[in-house]
């Protein structure tokens, strides 16, 4: 079973415009994660976000965690074409950090 | 290695038949991981290998799977009597340790159709 789902299923945008995704989950976690997928391709990660952070940089990208929404959001600000991808986003749980996918967010940036 | 290998990358074969799925992981990692994606989803967890012990196999479809990692390093999932349904992505990841924060690296995966 999948705990996060992420919103919007689809999105198109622009080169140059800002694209925010959004995953929520359903129970505790140790840690949320972003990976990127481009297609027939692996699973980038990234970035990780602990449980007890509510916000953290990586270049272009910005993720927030909001527990007790049991929500996450990731930002990817003056987006590239090369930004297409499918974004995934994961929860991690337990001792050994099971992930939890959701079903993922296709992003296509058009030039 | 540099990264997480999976072989083959692309496997064809009939309903009914068995297939074996290799996973390398990147050398060192203790920590290593099975996950199945189906078109259109995010991938799902199979199961989990510390060491060369399954230490959480509750992601396994059915006794038909079963996956085996015999010295800690490499692993083979294996599945018998194949059945179309089966048809997926299969991922493996590593990552260095047990803690709950370590990042999980990814292969390319083995792309499986059951005809």
């Known amino acids: 079973s999948q705990q996060g789902e992420e919103d919007p299923q689809a999105l198109s945008i622009q080169e140059g415009e800002n694209a925010t995704m959004n995953c929520s989950y359903k129970?505790?976690?140790?840690?949320l994660q972003w990976y990127r997928q481009n297609s027939g391709r692996g699973l980038v990660h990234l970035i990780l976000?602990?449980?007890?952070?509510r916000e953290k940089h990586s270049g272009r990208l910005r993720v927030t965690l909001d527990t007790s929404k049991k929500s996450s959001s990731l930002l990817i600000t003056a987006s590239r074409a090369a930004d297409t991808a499918s974004y995934f986003c994961?929860?991690?749980?337990?001792?050994?950090?099971?992930?939890?996918f959701g079903a993922g967010t296709r992003l296509a940036v058009h030039p | 290695g540099a990264g997480v290998s999976q072989t083959p990358s692309n496997k064809v074969t009939e309903k009914g038949k068995y297939v074996e799925l290799r996973c390398d992981p990147i050398s060192g990692h203790t920590a290593l991981y099975w996950y199945r994606q189906s078109l259109g989803q995010g991938p799902e967890f199979l199961i989990y290998f510390q060491g060369t012990g399954a230490a959480d196999d509750s992601g396994l479809p059915n006794d038909r799977f079963f996956a085996v990692r015999p010295e800690g390093s490499v692993s083979t999932l294996k599945i018998q009597r194949t059945e179309r349904g089966d048809s997926a992505v299969y991922l493996c990841?590593?990552?260095?340790?047990?803690?709950?924060?370590?990042?999980?690296?990814f292969g390319p995966g083995t792309r499986l159709t059951v005809l």
């Open positions: 990841a590593s990552s260095s340790g047990l803690a709950a924060y370590n990042e999980q690296f």
């Open positions: 976000i602990r449980s007890n952070e």
């Open positions: 994961a929860t991690g749980s337990g001792g050994y950090n099971k992930l939890i």
């Open positions: 129970t505790s976690i140790n840690n």
